[in-house]
C-alpha cells in the first residue's frame, strides 16, 4: 500500500513539474516577444509593461488551445489566429502609429521568411524522394 501511495505522489510531482515547466516556456517566449519588440520598436517602460502583459495573456491562451485535444488543427490554427488579430488591435492602443508601423513591417517580413523556409523545405523534402527511390530499384 505504501508502495502504491509513493507512485501516485511521484506521478502527482511529474505532472505539476511538468505543467510549471510548460508555464515557465509560455512566460520565457511572452518575455523574449516583449523584448524583442522593446528593443526593435524602441518602447518606453509604459508600453513595455502593457506589450508585456499582453504578450503573456495571448502566449498563455494559445498554449491553452495548443494542447486541447478536443480541438482539431484547422480549428487551432482559427482560433489562435484569433487572438493574434485580437493582439494587434490591442497594440494599436499601446503603440504610436510608427511603431505600429514599423510592428506591422516586421510581421509581413516574419510571415515572408517563414514561407521561404516552407518552401525550401519543401523543395528539399522533393529532392531527397527520388534518391530514395533509386536506392529501392537497386
Known amino acids: 500500500m505504501k508502495m502504491l501511495n509513493v507512485l ?7 505532472i505539476g513539474t511538468t505543467s510549471a515547466s510548460a508555464q515557465e516556456t509560455v512566460q520565457e517566449r511572452a518575455d523574449m ?9 524602441a518602447l518606453s517602460s509604459d508600453q513595455t509593461s502593457k506589450v508585456a502583459e499582453l ?3 495571448v502566449a498563455n491562451k494559445n498554449e491553452v488551445i495548443r494542447n486541447d485535444v ?5 480549428r487551432k490554427k482559427e482560433y489562435i489566429k484569433g487572438n493574434l488579430d485580437g493582439r494587434k488591435i490591442q497594440l494599436q492602443m ?16 516574419r510571415i515572408e521568411n517563414k514561407a521561404e523556409k516552407k ?20
Open 33 to 41: 516577444h516583449t523584448k524583442q519588440m522593446t528593443k526593435t520598436l
Open 119 to 138: 518552401e525550401k523545405k519543401e523543395k528539399k523534402q522533393n529532392t531527397i524522394q527520388p534518391n530514395i527511390e533509386i536506392l529501392e530499384e537497386l
Open 94 to 109: 499601446i503603440l504610436t502609429p510608427e511603431q505600429y508601423s514599423k510592428f506591422e513591417e516586421q510581421e509581413a517580413n
Open 70 to 74: 478536443n480541438l482539431t488543427p484547422d
Open 55 to 57: 504578450n503573456l495573456g
Open 8 to 14: 501516485f505522489v511521484g506521478i502527482a510531482l511529474m
